[in-house]
Structure formats: structure tokens, C-alpha cells
């Protein structure tokens, strides 16, 4: 006799049942969504075949949002309305955001972070990502007809706590279920299967438009560590295009440009660049103000031009090796991840500096996506019998307290595999103390004031002892979703204090919620607005196919019947402009039960003239109402 099999809780699914799951890409410049269906990844496009969609957000003045494609097309026309780049201002201070390039709409400081002012009043990061990935769950609901159970969705590597909590609340506010958060050069490595392998070092090389970032993991066990990330923030394909641009400035010689012109001839630069990814020459064509120019551009002098860039990103991926002590030849697989890495050049220096092909079988813009997308497919529990590992994420940054002068203890190191839990024992500085206060911090550095703090609480009961007799435990939980808890038990008393830890980037649980009422109570409006509409429909062609019976058979009714229908008739029109949608379809249901004796009469008639010769069609359907 078989054996029952019993799944792990929440992990699996009936065998018929496919849950409906995504992967989404939160990207800085595109975002993107995938699924697993029949066992194979596949990326969700919009109705007009795009697969990329443009984290812009744009919002009118009459109260509606645009997204995507919609968005960016005004970025130029209405760009205090119309906020890209939200990822770089997620979870992060003012003070934090110095680094940034200047962006044209309005930030202004909101409570332990910023927030976009716009027509519709001021925004947080987390607002408007949360836009972008409701038109993603959308697609993906339209397009996979259902409901989707869960999400995952990818972060940068080096994203804090906090920048993932915003993330996940992002995504809570959408109305996704995030089933994990998890790195975005995770995500690739997974979508190439890497996973499989025992024990090995992967190098996750993304360059996209205007970031590079480089991370180096581990993967023993189905646990994947970050041993090191870097990179360059301001370093992207726009820095290709830049030199592109350099170059045809170069050739023009003294030719003064226009402002009209510069953005003609970027434009021009990014299309020649991509244009030589396929091919070994190509025209650049400029109608400039002052006339028309055109040069060949090949990639050999491409290549030359642009040598330095990439040199630029090696010697990142060479810090991050020397900083985690690993030697090159000690990675066996290299990913490459973000649109920039189909240039050619890069993809034959990568090969260069390392002695071995890069992945690239998957398009380097959904890699992330697809990696994702299969980790929500196995968290969903629709994974096959042997697939259904699952991956242990990290703690990204250690996590600790503070101690006497303002050092910190670290009691979780960085990349833990999570879940985690951890203890350590402190006591008292003073005699007598009987209160402590803990200050969970998270970060790298030994002092207090270099790492971001997280929370404070006190432990108050403690009995008078002498100092250093208290024996205090404190513990650490970090769960699944990498949300922290800490407790601390005096061991003698059994004195106890936890606490749960907020992010401290400013959305407090009651805004959380406000924003989730606000989305909820919106889509409620929404759903009335349409029942609403679709009862006057059925009440609007109901009247008018009664009225046109009547004028054909109204010979069949008593004029006692007759009036009665009148009398329901007259109830339904004076609903139809109302705005009760139950009230239109209670008058609607009277209309049709008190006209069905009418019914069969014209029935028992259209049979009759049938059988006279008259086709029964003609007789049963030419009183549909026209034009409807
Ligand atoms: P991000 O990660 O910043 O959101 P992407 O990964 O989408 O960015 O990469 C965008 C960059 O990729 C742009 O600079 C774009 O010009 C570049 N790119 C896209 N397609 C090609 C191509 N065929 N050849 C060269 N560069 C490309
Ligand atoms: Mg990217």
C-alpha cells in the first residue's frame, strides 16, 4: 500500500490545482513579470507585445495614474508629475539621496524619508511603486485569467532591511501576497539553474542604463550567500551613449548645437549603439538645425571608444574579488544580467578576464524576472516531485545592539542564511540598575553612529543586583520574510521585553494601512461603479425588447395585463437613472417574471405562424432590439 504524503504546510498544492504565482523585476528603469506555466518560464507581455515596462509613474490632475509606456511619453511634457527613478528613493532620508543625479519633480521630506510632491499631493517611493506593480499584477491576472496567489520580487543585493521592507510594502499595497523578497543576481543565477550544481562561486555581472552592479555568491546546500557585492551607481549604457555622442560631436567639428539638437543626436547615439550590437557598422544620421550630417560608426571604433567603461566595470568585479580574498579562477560561473550586457565588448572582455563564456542563453532583461518567477512557482507549491527545493535567503547586513560607549554587538552576522536565530547574554553596568535599554542596530561598522538604527525598547524588573551579576539574554529571531524580533529575558526574574522590528524609514503601520484602505476602498467604488453600470444595461435592453413585443403582440393581453406591464415597465425606467444598482435589478427580475406568461403566448404564436409557413426565427428573434 502507497504512502499518504503529507506536504509542509502552505507548500503545496492539490495535483490538478495550478496556483497562479509571478516573479516581478522591480527595476529602476524597467520592470518586468513572469510566471511558470506547464513547467516553462515565460514573460508576460502588454497587449502591444512589450515585455518592459517603464517604472514611471505619472499623475494627472483629475485623480488618474498612469503607468509604464503611458507615463515615460510625458516624462518631457509634465515632469514634476511624472516620477522615475523611485527605486533610488526608497527607504532613504534626503541626506541619503545627495549622491543621486538631479531628477526633475519635487522631493520633499516626509516622516523618516521623502516623498514626491505632485498634483495628487505628496507621494512616497513606496506609493509609487506600488503603481508600477499593480499594472504588472494586472497583466498578469488578465493574461493568466485568475487570481494570483503569490509574488516574488527582486531587490539589488545591497538594499537594507529597510529598502526591502518598502519593497514588500510596495508590493501589500498593490494587493500582491509577496511570498519573499529575494536578491536580483539570485534571481538570475536561478534562472539559469545554477542551483543544481553542489557547492560553487557564481559572479552576477548587471549593467543596465545607468547602474552596474557586480555580486559574487555562494551556493552550497540550496543556500545561496552573498560573499560581496560592488559596482558603480553611475555607471551605465547611458555612459556608452555619452561617448557615442562625444565622438559625433568630435566629427561635426565647429557646428554649434541646439538644445533640440543634443537630444536629436543622444537619441541618435543610443539607436547607433544598439543598432551595432547586431551589426558591424552603422549610419549615424543627424538632421541638425544647421543641416544634415551622416557618419559610419563601426564597432571596431565603437569598442575604442567605449574600452575605458568597461575597463571601468572589471576593475569592480576585481575589488569585489580581492575584498572577499577569492582569486578568479575560483568562480565557475559567470551570469550577465541588464540590457547593456548584449554589447558585444562586454560580453567578450567578461569572457577575457575571466577565461570562460558567460552565461548568456537567457535575454539579459528578463533574466531576473524568469529566476523570480520560478522561486514564486515553487513557493506556491506548484513545483514538480524532485523540484521542490527552496531557497535560503541571507541576512544582507548584520544585526546587533548597542553597548557601553556606543559600540555595537553584533548577534546575527550578514548573510545568515534565514531563517535565523540567534542569543547572547549581557548584563548590568551599574548596581542596582534594574532597566536596560537595547538598540537594535543593522550594519557593518563597530560604532553605533556609522550603522542605521532600527528600534529601541527597555527591559524594565530587572532585581537590584550587583553589576555585572544580572545574567540578560537577548535574542534575535530574523523569520522567513526577514522581518526581525527581539527579545530580552532577564534570567533570574524571568523579566521580559520584545519587540518587533519597524523599519524606521517613515511608513508607519498605521500609513501602511491607510494606504491599504485607500486601495481597497477604491476598488470597492470601482466594483459598484461597474455593477452599476451593467444593470442598467440588462435594464436598458429589457425595456426595449418588451416594447417592441408589445407593439407586435400586444393583441395577446387583457388590458388589465397590459397596464400591469406598463406599471413594471415604468418601475424599471424610473431605476435605470438612479444609482442603486440592487434597486434597478429587483425592478429588472419584477419586469421579466411579470411579462413571462406574455412570453409563452408569443411563443405558442411564432410556433403556430411557423407552422403557417413563417420561419421560426424570423418570428422569435425579430423583435431584438436594434443597435445593441
Ligand atoms: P536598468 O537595469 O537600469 O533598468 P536595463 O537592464 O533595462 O536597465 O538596461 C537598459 C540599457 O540597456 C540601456 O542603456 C539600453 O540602451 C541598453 N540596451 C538595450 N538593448 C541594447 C542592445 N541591443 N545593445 C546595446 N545596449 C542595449
Ligand atoms: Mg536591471
Given at each position: 500500500?502507497?504512502?499518504?504524503?503529507?506536504?509542509?504546510?502552505?507548500?503545496?498544492?492539490?495535483p490538478?490545482?495550478?496556483?497562479?504565482?509571478?516573479?516581478?523585476?522591480?527595476?529602476?528603469?524597467?520592470?518586468?513579470?513572469?510566471?511558470?506555466?506547464?513547467?516553462?518560464?515565460?514573460?508576460?507581455?502588454?497587449?502591444?507585445?512589450?515585455?518592459?515596462?517603464?517604472?514611471?509613474?505619472?499623475?494627472?490632475?483629475?485623480?488618474?495614474?498612469?503607468?509604464?509606456?503611458?507615463?515615460?511619453?510625458?516624462?518631457?511634457?509634465d515632469?514634476?508629475?511624472?516620477?522615475?527613478?523611485?527605486?533610488?528613493?526608497?527607504?532613504?532620508?534626503?541626506?541619503?539621496?545627495k549622491?543621486?543625479?538631479v531628477?526633475?519633480?519635487e522631493?520633499v521630506?516626509?516622516?523618516?524619508?521623502?516623498?514626491?510632491?505632485?498634483?495628487?499631493?505628496?507621494?512616497?517611493?513606496?506609493?509609487?511603486?506600488?503603481?508600477?506593480?499593480?499594472?504588472?499584477?494586472?497583466?498578469a491576472?488578465?493574461?493568466?485569467?485568475?487570481?494570483?496567489?503569490?509574488?516574488?520580487?527582486?531587490?539589488?543585493?545591497?538594499?537594507?532591511?529597510?529598502?526591502?521592507?518598502?519593497?514588500?510594502?510596495?508590493?501589500?499595497?498593490?494587493?500582491?501576497e509577496?511570498?519573499?523578497?529575494?536578491?536580483?543576481?539570485?534571481?538570475?543565477?536561478?534562472?539559469?539553474?545554477?542551483?543544481?550544481?553542489s557547492?560553487?562561486?557564481?559572479?552576477?555581472?548587471?549593467?543596465?542604463?545607468?547602474?552596474?552592479?557586480?555580486?559574487?555568491?555562494?551556493l552550497?546546500?540550496?543556500?545561496?550567500?552573498?560573499?560581496?557585492?560592488?559596482?558603480?551607481?553611475?555607471?551605465?549604457?547611458?555612459?556608452?551613449?555619452?561617448a557615442?555622442?562625444?565622438?559625433?560631436?568630435?566629427?561635426?567639428?565647429?557646428?554649434?548645437?541646439?538644445?533640440?539638437?543634443?537630444?536629436?543626436?543622444?537619441?541618435?547615439?543610443?539607436?547607433?549603439?544598439?543598432?551595432?550590437?547586431?551589426?558591424?557598422?552603422?549610419?549615424l544620421?543627424?538632421?541638425l538645425?544647421?543641416?544634415?550630417?551622416?557618419?559610419?560608426?563601426?564597432?571596431?571604433?565603437?569598442?575604442?571608444?567605449?574600452?575605458?567603461?568597461?575597463?571601468?566595470?572589471?576593475?569592480?568585479?576585481?575589488?569585489?574579488?580581492?575584498?572577499?580574498?577569492?582569486?578568479?579562477?575560483?568562480i565557475?560561473?559567470v551570469?550577465?544580467?541588464?540590457?547593456?550586457?548584449?554589447?558585444?565588448?562586454v560580453?567578450?572582455?567578461?569572457?577575457?578576464?575571466?577565461?570562460?563564456?558567460?552565461?548568456?542563453?537567457?535575454?539579459?532583461?528578463?533574466?531576473?524576472?524568469?529566476?523570480?518567477?520560478?522561486q514564486?512557482?515553487?513557493?506556491?507549491?506548484?513545483?514538480?516531485?524532485?523540484?521542490?527545493?527552496?531557497?535560503?535567503?541571507?541576512?544582507?547586513?548584520?544585526?546587533?545592539?548597542?553597548?557601553?560607549?556606543?559600540?555595537?554587538e553584533?548577534?546575527?552576522p550578514?548573510?545568515?542564511?534565514?531563517?535565523?536565530?540567534?542569543?547572547?547574554?549581557?548584563?548590568?553596568?551599574?548596581?542596582?540598575?534594574?532597566?536596560?535599554?537595547?538598540?537594535?542596530?543593522q550594519?557593518?561598522?563597530?560604532?553605533?553612529?556609522?550603522?542605521?538604527?532600527?528600534?529601541?525598547?527597555?527591559?524594565r524588573?530587572?532585581?537590584?543586583?550587583?553589576?555585572?551579576?544580572?545574567?540578560?539574554?537577548?535574542?534575535?529571531?530574523?523569520?522567513?520574510?526577514?522581518?526581525?524580533?527581539?527579545?530580552?529575558?532577564?534570567?533570574?526574574?524571568?523579566?521580559?521585553?520584545?519587540?518587533?522590528v519597524?523599519p524606521?524609514?517613515?511608513?508607519?503601520?498605521?500609513?501602511?494601512?491607510?494606504?491599504?484602505?485607500?486601495?481597497n476602498?477604491?476598488?470597492?467604488?470601482?466594483?459598484?461603479?461597474?455593477?452599476?453600470?451593467?444593470?442598467?444595461?440588462?435594464?436598458?435592453?429589457?425595456?426595449?425588447?418588451?416594447?417592441?413585443?408589445?407593439?407586435?403582440?400586444?393583441?395577446?393581453?387583457s388590458?388589465?395585463?397590459?397596464?400591469?406591464?406598463?406599471?413594471?415597465?415604468?418601475?424599471?425606467?424610473?431605476?435605470?437613472?438612479?444609482?442603486?444598482?440592487?434597486?434597478?435589478?429587483?425592478?429588472?427580475?419584477?419586469?421579466?417574471?411579470?411579462?413571462?406568461?406574455?412570453?409563452?403566448?408569443?411563443?405558442?404564436?411564432?410556433?403556430?405562424?411557423?407552422?403557417a409557413?413563417r420561419?421560426?426565427?424570423?418570428?422569435?428573434?425579430?423583435?431584438?432590439?436594434?443597435?445593441?
Open positions: 500500500m502507497a504512502l499518504f504524503q503529507i506536504a509542509e504546510p502552505g507548500l503545496s498544492a492539490a490538478h490545482e495550478h496556483r497562479l504565482a509571478v516573479g516581478i523585476d522591480l527595476g529602476t528603469t524597467n520592470s518586468l513579470a513572469a510566471t511558470v506555466k506547464s513547467g516553462e518560464p515565460v514573460v508576460l507581455a502588454d497587449e502591444a507585445g512589450r515585455q518592459l515596462l517603464p517604472s514611471v509613474v505619472r499623475y494627472l490632475k483629475d485623480g488618474s495614474v498612469e503607468t509604464g509606456w503611458d507615463a515615460l511619453a510625458h516624462a518631457e511634457s515632469p514634476r508629475n511624472t516620477v522615475y527613478s523611485a527605486k533610488r528613493l526608497l527607504a532613504r532620508g534626503r541626506s541619503e539621496l549622491t543621486l543625479p531628477l526633475p519633480y522631493i521630506d516626509a516622516p523618516g524619508g521623502v516623498a514626491i510632491r505632485t498634483v495628487q499631493g505628496d507621494k512616497s517611493p513606496v506609493e509609487v511603486s506600488a503603481e508600477i506593480l499593480k499594472t504588472l499584477a494586472k497583466r491576472e488578465t493574461q493568466l485569467g485568475g487570481e494570483l496567489t503569490g509574488a516574488v520580487i527582486t531587490v539589488p543585493a545591497y538594499f537594507d532591511d529597510a529598502q526591502r521592507q518598502a519593497t514588500k510594502d510596495a508590493g501589500k499595497i498593490a494587493g500582491l509577496v511570498k519573499r523578497i529575494i536578491n536580483e543576481p539570485t534571481a538570475a543565477a536561478l534562472a539559469y539553474g545554477v542551483d543544481k550544481e557547492s560553487q562561486k557564481i559572479m552576477v555581472y548587471d549593467l543596465g542604463g545607468g547602474t552596474f552592479d557586480v555580486s559574487l555568491l555562494k552550497s546546500r540550496g543556500v545561496f550567500e552573498v560573499l560581496g557585492t560592488g559596482g558603480n551607481a553611475a555607471l551605465g549604457g547611458d555612459d556608452f551613449d555619452h557615442v555622442v562625444d565622438w559625433a560631436v568630435s566629427q561635426l567639428g565647429s557646428v554649434e548645437l541646439t538644445a533640440e539638437d543634443r537630444r536629436q543626436l543622444l537619441d541618435r547615439a543610443k539607436a547607433a549603439k544598439e543598432a551595432l550590437t547586431d551589426t558591424p557598422e552603422t549610419v544620421k543627424l538632421e538645425s544647421s543641416g544634415t550630417h551622416a557618419f559610419t560608426l563601426t564597432r571596431v571604433i565603437f569598442d575604442q571608444l567605449t574600452k575605458s567603461l568597461v575597463d571601468e566595470t572589471l576593475e569592480a568585479v576585481a575589488n569585489v574579488l580581492r575584498d572577499a580574498k577569492l582569486e578568479k579562477d575560483q565557475k560561473g551570469v550577465l544580467v541588464g540590457g547593456s550586457t548584449r554589447m558585444p565588448c560580453r567578450r572582455e567578461v569572457e577575457a578576464y575571466f577565461g570562460f563564456a558567460p552565461l548568456t542563453g537567457i535575454d539579459p532583461d528578463c533574466v531576473v524576472a524568469v529566476g523570480a518567477a520560478m514564486a512557482n515553487k513557493l506556491a507549491g506548484n513545483a514538480a516531485e524532485g523540484e521542490d527545493w527552496l531557497l535560503l535567503d541571507v541576512t544582507p547586513l548584520s544585526l546587533g545592539i548597542e553597548t557601553m560607549g556606543g559600540l555595537v553584533k548577534i546575527i550578514r548573510n545568515s542564511p534565514i531563517p535565523v536565530a540567534r542569543a547572547q547574554d549581557f548584563t548590568t553596568f551599574r548596581d542596582g540598575q534594574t532597566a536596560m535599554a537595547v538598540h537594535v542596530v550594519g557593518e561598522r563597530e560604532v553605533v553612529d556609522a550603522c542605521r538604527s532600527l528600534a529601541r525598547f527597555e527591559l524588573g530587572i532585581p537590584p543586583m550587583a553589576a555585572g551579576a544580572a545574567r540578560i539574554r537577548v535574542t534575535f529571531q530574523v523569520d522567513a520574510d526577514v522581518l526581525l524580533s527581539v527579545s530580552a529575558r532577564e534570567m533570574t526574574s524571568g523579566a521580559e521585553a520584545s519587540i518587533v519597524k524606521s524609514y517613515g511608513l508607519t503601520d498605521e500609513e501602511i494601512v491607510r494606504m491599504l484602505q485607500e486601495g476602498s477604491s476598488a470597492e467604488a470601482d466594483m459598484q461603479a461597474r455593477k452599476l453600470r451593467e444593470e442598467q444595461v440588462e435594464a436598458k435592453r429589457l425595456l426595449e425588447s418588451t416594447a417592441s413585443a408589445l407593439t407586435q403582440d400586444g393583441d395577446l393581453l388590458p388589465e395585463e397590459q397596464s400591469e406591464i406598463d406599471r413594471l415597465a415604468r418601475a424599471v425606467g424610473s431605476a435605470i437613472n438612479g444609482t442603486d444598482a440592487d434597486m434597478i435589478h429587483k425592478a429588472v427580475e419584477a419586469l421579466s417574471k411579470g411579462t413571462e406568461a406574455f412570453a409563452e403566448r408569443r411563443m405558442d404564436r411564432s410556433i403556430r405562424a411557423a407552422l409557413g420561419s421560426v426565427n424570423d418570428a422569435l428573434f425579430d423583435e431584438k432590439p436594434s443597435g445593441s
